[in-house]
Nanobody, 125 residues
Framework: QVHLVESGGGSVQTGGSLKLTCVAS????????MAWFRQTPGKREMVANY???????YIPKAVEGRFTISPDIARNTLSLQMNDLKPEDTGMYYC???????????????????WGQGTQVTVSS
């Protein structure tokens, strides 16, 4: 069983920065996908992903250049640094984990098994 706890959300103005942190309790296996998702009305989209097996990160083009992901597997922690925030970045941010190998990056939220409670990010113009 894995338990995820997110922190670091808050309210900022356009152009501001926030760093979100996800701490996972439980065993993180060799083939583990760790991801950050953003929930807005009607949509939950991935904004960052890390795969423990090959240590590769993935940042979607929509946030590329502004968001970076920093894993610390020794501490079971995954951080998301968000810079140059825009009002459209507003949403609830969730950390999620999927165990197991995959032929492609699991992009859909339905592919993830474990979820944190989320942390709210609000960006005002």
């Amino acid at each position: 069983q894995v338990h995820l706890v997110e922190s670091g959300g808050g309210s900022v103005q356009t152009g501001g920065s926030l760093k979100l942190t996800c701490v996972a309790s439980g065993v993180i296996e060799d083939r583990t996908w760790m991801a950050w998702f953003r929930q807005t009305p009607g949509k939950r989209e991935m904004v960052a992903n890390y795969y423990t097996h090959n240590r590769e990160t993935y940042i979607p083009k929509a946030v590329e250049g502004r968001f970076t992901i920093s894993p610390d597997i020794a501490r079971n922690t995954l951080s998301l640094q968000m810079n140059d925030l825009k009002p459209e970045d507003t949403g609830m941010y969730y950390c999620a984990i999927k165990f197991g190998a995959a032929y492609r990056i699991p992009l859909s939220s339905s592919e993830y098994t474990y979820w944190g409670q989320g942390t709210q990010v609000t960006v005002s113009s």
